[in-house]
């Protein structure tokens, strides 16, 4: 009966600077539109109008979501991937060394004020 619509192909765009961006289409569940500024204006329009800007309302038919693309020239070699892996992990690890020690540092303080404190209640 009803013919399927074909899926829509992403559109690419270069930026100012040689930014490359890809758009994939997104499902619209609503209608959008465009306010665009008339360039002149309309014959016979009165003086009283003279100065007023003027828009049309343009119906958005496709709507994209726009992603940077990555650049090919941006890729590691094998040794500075494992350099690069190397660094965070050490830089995670004393993250996570200090987030301990002050923990530590907070459940010895606790013992310490607990263990001191406890023995003066019942003389």
């Known amino acids: 009966a009803g013919a399927a619509a074909l899926p829509r192909a992403g559109v690419r765009l270069s930026r100012a600077g040689g930014e490359e961006l890809q758009g994939d289409p997104e499902t619209q569940n609503s209608h959008y539109y465009a306010l665009v500024a008339d360039d002149g204006g309309v014959a ?4 009283a109008n003279e100065g007023v800007a003027a828009a049309s309302a343009v119906g958005v038919a496709d709507w994209y979501s726009f992603k940077k693309v990555s650049d090919a020239r941006e890729l590691l070699t094998t040794e500075d991937a494992e350099a690069l892996m190397a660094a965070r992990n050490k830089k ?12 530590k540092a907070a459940l010895e303080d606790g013992e310490g004020a607990g263990a001191g404190g406890g023995g ?4």
């Open 44 to 47: 016979g329009e009165s003086a």
């Open 92 to 103: 995670s690890y004393q993250r996570w060394m200090l987030k301990n020690e002050g923990i």
């Open 120 to 123: 003066g209640g019942a003389a």
